[in-house]
């Protein structure tokens, strides 16, 4: 089946620091999506990515869609605490979507 | 719209009970998923609907696992018996047609003792 490889698996940053996660494929993707899960709560999408190259904001957020369809990277810009959280890659080859195994983001006020 | 609502957040059991898992997907969503995440092996797929109908199940770890979905607004996860290694937190998703990815539950904590 479809493999994701996301790293790294955790980070422990120091807040205000820019933060760098990537997400890769064995395949070629059609979509790319990221998603935070709170402590305690179910992942929430945060950005998708429709086409090879593609690059987006939300907020301090920026992610890219590879251009060889097989990667996405997701950044963060001057972290804060509440950025806490397990951040998941997710595509989508087909109608289902692949989750990674998720980053999980520790913030150091 | 209350996005996808699950019940209970939170359950307690003892081994050998069994466990409804409920979940109201968001009106109008034509697909729903049950997701199982822990530690060791992050969110699985249990198994997927579409339009009321289950399509993959190939995810439910065992026979002791069965899921229905009587209407587009209900869905419910069983395991009976349940046993200490089934604790888990336990995800409903649902989605409409097309790369607009899911929209996830607060997922319901289970745990057997």
């Known amino acids: 089946g479809q493999q994701l490889n996301q790293s790294p698996q955790s980070m422990f940053i120091q807040e205000g620091e820019d933060v760098s996660m990537n997400c890769t494929s064995s395949s070629i993707f059609n979509t790319w999506l990221w998603y935070k899960q709170d402590p305690g709560e179910g992942p929430v999408l945060l950005i998708a990515l429709y086409k090879a190259g593609e690059l987006t904001s939300n907020g301090r957020l920026t992610a890219q869609f590879g251009i060889t369809r097989k990667d996405s990277f997701l950044n963060i810009s001057a972290s804060i605490p509440s950025d806490v959280g397990i951040y998941f890659c997710?595509?989508?080859?087909?109608?289902?979507?692949?989750f990674g195994g998720g980053t999980r983001l520790m913030v150091k006020p | 719209d209350a996005g996808v609502i699950q019940s209970p957040r939170h359950e307690v059991t003892e081994m050998g009970q069994e466990v409804t898992l409920r979940c109201k997907p968001i009106s109008g969503h034509d697909y729903l998923f049950w997701y199982r995440q822990t530690m060791m092996r992050g969110l699985e797929l249990l198994i997927y609907f579409n339009n009321n109908v289950p399509i993959d199940d190939s995810g439910m770890p065992e026979d002791r696992f069965s899921a229905k979905m009587p209407n587009a607004s209900f869905s419910t996860l069983k395991i009976q018996p349940s046993e200490p290694r089934d604790s888990a937190v336990y995800f409903c998703?649902?989605?409409?047609?097309?790369?607009?990815?899911?929209?996830f539950g607060s997922g319901t904590r289970l745990t057997v003792v």
């Open positions: 998703a649902s989605s409409l047609p097309g790369r607009y990815g899911y929209t």
């Open positions: 997710a595509g989508l080859p087909g109608n289902m979507l692949t």
